[in-house]
């Protein structure tokens, strides 16, 4: 309309965005295109391993996209992965410091120090900083013995206490993260606490013999499943390991689906282990597939390696949960992973890196042991209550609404 005010320019970091299949590619992009409803928003972006010929500018659901030069290597070797975190960090900073001023820096934290960059375009143009964390960095790496270097890592603590301190409003994705993000130095005051989502009208229950279980070779199996990443947060070694407990039952098959850092390594322990005709390799799904692969399983398992809780929270859970399935969670019970299952009696919580026990589980649920059906009804209603992606699109646009007039 012919003199209506400009809308409030929101400028958003983060290395990874749609057609990405990482988990934040899919929640920001998500969260952009609803926030570009009432919001011109750009999103500065790295050029994606795969899609190194994308345009590096163009505009999908009403959301500016802008791919700054950056490496795109394969990331499960971690000096790749920081040469790509590095090159898009550079990048990014020198792109929006010539840019026009934003009204508000929106940041994901994928490269975990992207709020740093954040909070220098914030200062530099006088407008307020969102970070949204959906891990605790250095921690995690530490934890899984994947940074060592202590210099490094005093590096590292400074450079995120930085931006803890210093932006003006963080999102946690989980209470225990919530804490953990306090004592690193973020203020109470200036803390969220908004769980990620998904979006139930998307993923919705089908028929356990469904056309992809089919076509894949699941149909009178029964079937545990991981999907998503294939990484080091995942703890699929006790999930692999767990199958050479199982190798009586014909009508057991584990399905791993995705991709990851260690999938070559989980491939090879499960011919080491001679367990490789209880287990199928399969890749990444695209999002579509999701409520057919999700579906075809008789129960997940979501593992979150011993250390963890509160410095990651796995978002597939959700995924599940939407599908109607019931979760083993292999993790520590102070996570938000293992309090969510245990509260909304969805599944079933046992420690950590403990095969045998994952087995025994296994097993008893197999052999009609828990009401799985009961479990997957119940995380189903729990997902269209709590974590649908519109309640959490609400709460996001009552927090920037909320900085934006501050």
Request: glycine residues 8%; aromatic residues 6%; hydrophobic residues 40%.
């Amino acid at each position: 309309m012919e003199g209506a005010a400009p809308r409030p320019r929101i400028l958003v970091f983060n290395q990874y965005y749609w057609p990405g299949v990482e988990a934040t590619a899919h929640l920001l992009t998500e969260l952009c295109e609803a926030l570009a409803d009432e919001y011109d928003v750009e999103v500065v972006t790295g050029v994606l391993h795969g899609y190194e010929d994308e345009p590096r500018e163009l505009e999908r659901n009403g959301v500016r996209i802008v791919r700054v030069t950056s490496t795109a290597y394969d990331r499960s070797e971690l000096g790749r992965r920081a040469a790509n975190y590095f090159s898009y960090l550079g990048s990014a900073l020198n792109y929006a410091l010539r840019g026009p001023a934003p009204d508000l820096v929106l940041c994901m934290t994928d490269p975990p120090i992207v709020g740093d960059v954040g909070v220098v375009v914030g200062r530099r143009f006088g407008v307020p900083v969102l970070v949204i964390s959906q891990d605790v960095f250095p921690e995690i790496a530490t934890e899984l013995g994947r940074l060592r270097n202590p210099a490094v890592i005093r590096v590292l603590r400074a450079l995120v206490g930085g931006y803890l301190r210093r932006a003006d409003r963080i999102v946690a994705i989980g209470e225990t993260m919530r804490r953990r993000l306090e004592l690193k130095g973020a203020a109470p005051d200036r803390l969220r606490v908004i769980p990620n989502w998904v979006d139930t009208s998307e993923i919705t229950p089908q028929p356990r013999d469904n056309e992809w279980a089919r076509a894949h070779g699941l149909a009178g199996k029964f079937v545990v499943m991981h999907s998503g990443n294939v990484g080091h947060a995942q703890d699929l070694d006790s999930l692999v390991r767990a199958a050479t407990f199982l190798r009586d039952l014909d009508d057991l098959l584990i399905v791993v689906a995705g991709f990851g850092a260690r999938h070559s390594e989980m491939v090879q322990l499960a011919e080491r282990l001679e367990v490789a005709d209880r287990l199928r390799f399969l890749p990444y799904q695209k999002r579509e597939r999701l409520p057919l692969s999700l579906s075809s399983a008789d129960l997940h398992v979501v593992g979150l390696a011993k250390g963890l809780a509160g410095y990651v929270v796995p978002s597939r859970l959700y995924g599940i949960l939407s599908a109607g399935r019931p979760v083993i969670a292999a993790a520590e019970e102070d996570s938000e992973t293992a309090r969510l299952v245990s509260e909304v009696e969805c599944g079933i919580v046992i420690p950590p890196g403990r095969p045998e026990l994952l087995a025994r589980t296994i097993r008893a649920a197999r052999d009609g042991t828990y009401d799985l059906e009961g479990m997957g009804r119940r995380g189903r209603e729990y997902v269209e209550r709590e974590a649908d992606r519109s309640v959490a699109m609400a709460r996001y646009r009552k927090l920037v609404a909320e900085l934006l007039a501050a």
